[in-house]
């Protein structure tokens, strides 16, 4: 069992771990380091949202924080309205609130269990992981504990090639799309506003600006111009084949078989979103088991198409996105962003359309960068991964896909894996690929809690 452990990270994968180690009615004494990076508890950047326009992805019943409590988030939610179904798709903002309420009552009751735990609002700067502890570094402080977690999430997004810098200074490209939701004020309102990228993220800030600027048109680019799906008002189950599509997969672990696979399954069933949702659970093992050649494959054609189709929105979102382009007020174009310049107090969007026909150009008041999860090690300016990986405490993942690890979560190195020195959440996408979302993290929480506690 490790005594002393370190958490560093803030959101909501924290959140979910130390309920778990903390609230376990048999678990020995702890002392924890809890590093959360800034005065706000739990809530991430996902739930860090102050705007009811922003749902979950998730229909409540599956949002609980916890395998062993599966209608948490649903009972804290019907507290409050007792209308709210299992199958809605609830504000955001709501479920930071139940994760707050819930990680502050962990914090309350763990002194009365025996438990020392430090809450330290600051980023961690340095960690230096050995084979018998883990050496934490903030500030002018240092302090050794027996095993580190990193729950840092994504990295911070970093701007597309093509961007000029004189654009960046400007102000009117925006890097960080949810940061600028978070305080965005501009005077007067923008008219012409190009998104570039069109998953989950360009749903959020279409959704928010379209509601905050009445006046403005949108352009939003990507490679095929396509929304993500949408969520059924009523879900299907998950396909349940007795494994025969996930062995079938296994069994010919090439992207080209993969795809002739998917459509015979997806012609066989009444909703292809049943497919989709009864693959989820087997993708680490199929994810593990292709090899790098196919995994670049995937991540090159085949991408797309799947987070369109996996990553859906709420009946509701999509509707309200509809409306716009019904209203002429978003117009989605396929096409690549090839460079952006400054124009006076505009900015030039250069775009090849796909197809290969010509160039075009656009003007805007502003652009609005919304390419999803940034985990790319290798180019990350985020200070603690950076001191990580020139150290080479770590590894980064060859296709940017976050940190080598064991499908554990220990974080790997030149010399094998930490035995102490562990990730949760979007970091170990290289391993587990499916592993960003809530149902997956709860997993890996309770998974780590039995590791820690192991005699
Ligand atoms: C906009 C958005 C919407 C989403 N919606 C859903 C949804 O509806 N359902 C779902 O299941 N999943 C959703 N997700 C997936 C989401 O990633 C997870 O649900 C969850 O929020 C991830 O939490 P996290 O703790 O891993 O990361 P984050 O919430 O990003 O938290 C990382 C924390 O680490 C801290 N940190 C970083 N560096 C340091 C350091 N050096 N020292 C100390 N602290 C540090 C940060 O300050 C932050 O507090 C969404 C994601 C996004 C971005």
Redesign the pocket.
């Known amino acids: 069992m490790f005594r002393r452990v370190a958490i560093?990270?803030?959101?909501?994968?924290?959140?979910t771990l130390i309920s778990e180690l903390l609230d376990r009615p048999s678990a020995q004494p702890l002392h924890l380091d809890w590093?959360?990076?800034?005065q706000?508890m739990a809530?991430?950047?996902?739930?860090?949202?102050r705007s009811s326009r922003?749902?979950?992805?998730?229909r409540a019943a599956s949002?609980s924080l916890f395998t062993g409590k599966p209608r948490g988030f649903l009972d804290y939610a019907q507290r409050g309205d007792s209308s709210v179904a299992g199958t809605d798709f609830l504000p955001?903002r709501l479920?930071g609130d139940y994760l707050e309420a819930e990680v502050r009552g962990t914090l309350a009751r763990a002194a009365d269990r025996g438990h020392d735990v430090q809450v330290k609002p600051?980023?961690?700067?340095a960690l230096v992981p050995e084979k018998d502890g883990v050496t934490v570094i903030q500030g002018d402080e240092s302090q050794r504990v027996d095993a580190a977690i990193l729950?840092?999430?994504?990295l911070p997004p970093q701007p597309l090639g093509g961007v000029e810098p004189t654009v960046l200074d400007s102000g009117k490209y925006i890097v960080d799309p949810?940061r600028f939701l978070a305080t965005a004020q501009f005077d007067p309102a923008p008219r012409e506003v190009v998104v570039i990228g069109l998953g989950?993220?360009a749903a959020?800030v279409l959704l928010e600006l379209g509601a905050q600027w009445p006046q403005a048109h949108f352009i939003a680019l990507s490679r095929h111009g396509k929304l993500p799906e949408a969520h059924m008002l009523d879900p299907s189950m998950p396909l349940d084949d007795g494994g025969e599509l996930f062995e079938a997969l296994r069994d010919a672990p090439d992207m080209r078989s993969w795809m002739r696979l998917m459509r015979e399954s997806i012609a066989d069933a009444d909703d292809w979103r049943s497919v989709v949702d009864g693959l989820r659970p087997h993708l680490p093992t199929l994810w593990q088991e292709l090899p790098t050649t196919e995994r670049e494959r995937f991540l090159r054609h085949v991408r797309w198409a799947w987070e369109r189709v996996r990553h859906r929105m709420p009946p509701q979102v999509a509707e309200t996105l509809a409306g716009l382009e019904r209203d002429g007020r978003l117009l989605r174009r396929p096409g690549r962003m090839q460079h952006v310049r400054a124009e006076g107090d505009r900015l030039r969007v250069s775009v090849a359309p796909r197809g290969g026909r010509q160039p075009e150009s656009l003007t805007a008041d502003l652009v609005v960068q919304t390419v999803g999860?940034n985990t790319d090690v290798r180019r990350t300016k985020?200070?603690?991964v950076r001191q990580l990986s020139t150290n080479g405490h770590v590894l980064a993942d060859p296709l940017g896909l976050g940190l080598q690890a064991e499908p554990d979560g220990r974080l790997r190195y030149e010399g094998g894996a930490w035995p102490n020195f562990f990730a949760?959440?979007?970091m170990l996408r290289g391993t587990l690929w499916e592993t960003?979302?809530?149902?997956e993290?709860r997993q890996q929480a309770r998974s780590l809690a039995e590791r820690i506690f192991a005699p």
């Open positions: 560093i990270g803030g959101g909501a994968a924290a959140a590093y959360t990076g800034t706000e809530r991430g950047v996902a739930y860090g949202t922003h749902l979950l992805n998730v949002m955001r479920y600051f980023d961690v700067d729950a840092i999430g994504s949810w989950l993220t959020d999860l985020h200070a603690l949760i959440g979007s960003t979302a809530i149902p993290i």
